[in-house]
């Protein structure tokens, strides 16, 4: 089989229909590729999977973590060292930057692989239609993306990925989504012309489906994609955490890379001294560095996002877990989050709100043949609640269908009624969108505007519905799609579509005679028939769910594009303190902030809403799982969704819920806080005693004619610092951290790590003091071994005092004790000697730990005097 790329773009055998060419070229057929065709293709292209979305390898993992800006100045300060041959220094430099980067790699590629498992579980799916063998009829169901291969018909409707280039067989209304490949940025028209010119009847792999519904035929699959070797893994601002992190990180390597050089200048002019006190000067900067911040970060939110994921909440990005522990704001649609989106008819009236069959039989015809022409993959909840409930339409025969979208909110269909020999236009959707199109006065628009807002005030959904009659088609075609908004509408049931489908039909010759006599003056407009309401019963978990996260200090805001007083009542019946309610279309930054509800918003108001919301200040999540909800889903700082979510919805979120359920966002609001919470800790905890021990040890470089302590011992005690700290990863987290949103915020830790840094210099020269009147006597070994101890005890006391709880988890416990213990017996042991370390009398520990004992009992004071240690960065 040939199978080149682009297939179809102006092939057409015997110059005919090139929907023909294509698929005899790609040996398929409208009715599709049979099961053992479709096996074989598998075996001889691969799988359906772009290069792109391949996991990153080992090798370039490890080279990505040395990119890291920590371990460039490490190895920067490692290299001085070893050009001065201080090899110790080079030595442990080395170790340290192996280890880090080992970890890190190690923990990225467990977080990944894991990550990308749980992705297995909401990978996309596409419906093929496939025969079990040559005799039988076709079949559609629903398989793996990656299991497509060219040939393979397909269907596609609102909110699908493209899995794979493919040529239009049939296609109706269809807009697609396609920036990322071409850079337009609206959603461009496609049709699946007979005789195409340009490109409009082909999609290619990773654009979407904006609206419409279509029947296409896979040209080209994996690698073999026409924009396979150009796409890249979608590319995404850095979020809030990644800003965050990165700040922190450089305000430190500047930091590092000041330090040698002031010690170096200082102790020449202090003291004389030349290169000799380059290796303190490095293992004094080294000292700053929080090596394990990479690790401890990936890790403390590998473990939440595993936490979560036995519930069923799968984090597709890990910096989200933080995001939505950060979330202020909660955008959430109506349909299927607070309701349950499954509505039922409850009426059916005129426009003067006087009970009427006639509006629920048209709406009926519209969701018929809006159904049956448009064939889309999923059924519209709506349309089937009307089809349930409503009588036999009678006999009306359906030409032409353009399926609801919810920019326009209208679905048209153009049908052929025998009763009145004319060709009838029926429009349903949302209230404003019809009214707009009817032929009415002022007055009359007015008053079937009160009439629906009284319908919707009940808390039911409310559908207008109109029509317009034409004896011929062509008028009757032109005001579909005038009802349309003009936009490029391609006709479903035309001849040749037909024929593709082997059923050339009566409609279709009656399309084709009803040319000739076209009356201008029939294009005036719809005549509104009345409105049909449904019900959509309320989400039993809704109403708690919304006063937990409320509890939590997350305010809810409710975008929907349904009518605001349906929104309102549906939001008081759950219980929802609803302040305002906003129009979309006439919003102030003002009314915003108020509004509770943000009623008859298109897919771009409610982007628009959460930018504006992002640039008010606060860090906004959106739940939503339509179609409609992508471009808010994609500027929101978090796209929450179920995985029943439409497939772009589904790519664009970052965390994705088993159900659409409210219960399901707080679970990961607070993962996302605890994981939070605990690189807060570490952060303050790591950075305030390197900045505290730097300062020290410059004071005491200065004041000392000799070092303070060995550069071998700065770098092993910060090996065993790094180490310890890897259980913040691990830690409990405070109850006060769960309450509020919490966010990483540099200036706050910063502040923080500048306190208690000084505090922490201050105990060291404390202990300077001490060691300089009880130990310097027993020379400069037993001075350095005191204020290693010194440091490792102290550390040992604020891992588990400078923290928001005094509650204190394993891990953290056994790495405080083992820090503790090591510091202690070390110089004790066969090891000393390697270290430069020396066994203390006993009245030496004795006043070591009177020192610590004091520190522990200040650090406790201030919190309680302070609460500083609690309060939140
Ligand atoms: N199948 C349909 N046919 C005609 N009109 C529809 C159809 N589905 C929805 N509508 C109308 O369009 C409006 C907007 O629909 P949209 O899907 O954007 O939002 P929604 O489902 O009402 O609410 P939410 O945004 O909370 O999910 C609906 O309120 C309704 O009036």
């Known amino acids: 089989m040939v199978c080149p790329r682009n297939i179809g773009v102006a092939w057409a055998p015997e110059g005919g229909d090139t929907r023909f060419g294509a698929l005899r070229l790609l040996e398929s057929g409208p009715r599709g590729l049979t099961e053992a065709q479709a096996e074989r293709r598998l075996l001889a292209h691969g799988e ?30 490692g290299v001085v060292s070893a050009l001065i041959a201080s090899w110790g220094t080079a030595g442990v430099i080395v170790l340290l930057v192996a280890a880090s980067c080992l970890l890190r790699s190690n923990g990225e590629h467990r977080a990944d692989r894991s990550t ?40 596609l409707g609102p909110g699908d990925v493209v899995p794979a280039d493919v040529r239009l067989l049939r296609a109706s209304g269809l807009t697609v989504h396609q920036a990322a490949l071409t850079g337009e940025s609206e959603p461009v028209p496609k049709q699946a012309h007979d005789l195409p010119e340009g490109t409009d009847h082909l999609l290619w792999q990773g654009s979407s489906v904006a609206s419409g519904t279509a029947t296409a035929v896979v040209t080209a699959t994996g690698a073999a994609t026409l924009y396979a070797g150009a796409q890249q893994a979608p590319a995404r601002k850095p979020s809030a955490f990644d800003r965050s992190v990165n700040g922190i990180s450089w305000i430190l390597v500047r930091v590092m890379l000041v330090i040698p050089p002031v010690a170096l200048v200082a102790n020449a002019l202090l003291h004389g001294k030349g290169l000799e006190a380059l290796p303190f000067a490095v293992a004094v900067a080294v000292g700053l560095t929080p090596e394990m911040l990479p690790v401890v970060v990936t890790t403390a939110l590998a473990r939440g996002a595993a936490l979560l994921a036995g519930d069923g909440v799968i ?22 989050t607070l309701t349950q989106d499954r509505p039922v008819l409850s009426g059916s009236v005129g426009p003067d709100g006087r009970a009427d069959p006639a509006a629920l ?12 022409l448009t064939d889309p993959p999923t059924p519209d909840p709506l349309d089937e609640a009307i089809l349930d409930a409503a009588p036999d339409p009678g006999d009306v025969e359906g030409l032409r269908a353009t399926p609801f979208d919810p920019t326009r909110k209208l679905s048209c269909a153009l049908v052929r009624t025998d009763e009145a020999a004319a060709y009838v236009v029926v429009v349903k959707g949302a209230v404003e969108a019809v009214l707009d199109r009817c032929a009415m006065s002022e007055a009359e628009r007015a008053r079937a505007a009160e009439v629906a807002r009284a319908l919707a005030g009940a808390g039911a ?13 062509r008028t009757a075609e032109r005001m579909a799609e005038h009802a349309v908004s003009g936009t490029a509408e391609e006709a479903v049931s035309s001849t040749a579509e037909r024929m593709l489908e082997g059923r050339a039909g009566r409609a279709a010759g009656r399309a084709g005679e009803g040319t000739r006599d076209h009356r201008p003056d029939e294009e005036r407009g719809l005549r509104l028939v009345g409105f049909v309401t449904l019900v959509d019963a309320l989400s039993p978990e809704a109403a708690d769910a919304l006063a937990v996260l409320a509890g939590r200090g997350i305010a809810v805001k409710v975008l929907t594009g349904d009518h605001p007083a349906t929104a309102a009542r549906v939001c008081r019946d759950l219980g929802l303190k609803v302040e305002a309610v906003a129009d979309a279309a006439s919003l102030t930054p003002r009314a915003l902030e108020r509004a509770t509800v943000i009623a008859r918003c298109t897919p771009e108001d409610k982007a628009r809403v959460v930018t504006a919301l992002r640039e008010a200040g606060h860090t906004v999540g959106f739940l939503g799982d339509g179609s409609n909800d992508r471009p808010a889903m994609r500027v929101a700082d978090v796209g929450i969704c179920p995985r029943s979510a439409v ?112 505090l922490n210099a201050l105990v060291d020269l404390a202990t300077f003091a001490v060691l300089t009147w009880g130990v310097r006597a027993a ?30 988890s394993r891990p953290l416990g056994l790495a405080a004790g083992a820090l503790a213990v090591v510091g202690l017996l070390l110089p004790l042991s066969p090891l000393a000697g390697v270290f430069g ?6 009245a030496s520990h004795a006043w070591l730990l009177l020192v610590v004992v004091l520190y522990g009992g200040g650090l406790l004071a201030i919190n309680r005097r302070t609460g500083w240690i609690a309060e939140r960065s």
Request: hydrophobic fraction near 50%; charged fraction near 20%.
């Open 461 to 473: 959904r409310v559908l207008a519905v109109a029509t317009a009659e034409s004896t011929t088609v």
């Open 647 to 758: 497939d772009v919805t589904r790519e664009a979120a970052d965390i994705v819920l088993a159900a659409k359920d409210l219960t399901a966002v707080d679970q990961a609001v607070l993962a996302g806080r605890r994981s939070t919470g605990n690189i807060i800790t570490y952060l303050r905890i790591a950075l305030s005693s390197n900045v505290g021990n730097v300062i020290a040890m410059l004071a005491a470089g200065l004041a000392f004619p000799f070092l303070p302590m060995l550069p071998i011992q700065v770098l092993l005690q910060n090996v065993c610092f790094d180490a310890a700290q890897l259980s913040f990863a691990f830690d409990r987290a405070a109850p006060a951290t769960l309450r509020r949103p919490l966010r990483l915020r540099p200036n706050g830790i910063v502040r923080f790590i500048v306190g208690f840094g000084v």
């Open 361 to 372: 039989r048209w709406a009926a015809v519209n969701s018929f043949w809006t159904l049956h």
């Open 837 to 842: 370390l020396v066994a203390l009398p006993a």
């Open 48 to 77: 359906n999977v772009v290069p792109a979305h391949r996991p990153v390898s080992w090798p370039r993992r490890l080279a990505r973590s040395l990119r890291d800006p920590f371990t460039m100045v490490l190895l920067a300060l």
């Open 315 to 336: 984090v597709k990005r890990l910096p989200a877990l933080h995001d939505v522990g950060a979330i202020d704001v909660l955008c959430v649609d109506k349909t299927g």
């Open 779 to 808: 020379g400069r070994p037993a001075f350095h071994t005191g204020w290693f101890i010194e440091n490792l005890l102290t550390q040992a006391v604020v891992m588990l005092l400078l923290r928001p709880t005094i509650q204190v």
């Open 116 to 155: 990308a498992a749980l992705r297995e579980l909401v990978a996309s799916t596409v419906t093929v239609r496939r025969r079990p063998d040559e005799e039988a009829g076709p079949r559609e169901r629903e398989i793996p993306v990656d299991e497509l291969v060219p040939g393979d018909v397909i269907k």
